[in-house]
């Protein structure tokens, strides 16, 4: 890996720094050992930013689905609750054509979705 090599490099040119060794030669190699750490660790922190920046990115659009499919959930219930309505309202209405019709009529035969003879109610009979 890098940070091995850049190791090496560093020791090596600790070891080759004598009073005889060409200073410049000395200094090049510790320059390049260092730019070789300072390279991976500018990498490391860019692949952490990277990572958390992506991270946030997917709970912004988690959050922003939640948001819609709750707003979704509001109208559904809305609409629900306007059909349960309009259901009890049907029932009071054939509650009370029932009651009519056993006031003024003998049999009242109840039909069914196709028109089939379900049952009867013979009230004045």
Known sequence: SIPAICSVALAVAS????????PWLVYSVELAALLCFAWQGAWRIERHLRTEWWAVRQVELSAAKIEELQACIQKQQGDLRQKDQAIADQKRFASSLQMFANMFCDTVLFLDADLRVRGSDPSHI
């Open 15 to 22: 070891v080759v720094a004598s009073p005889a060794a060409v």
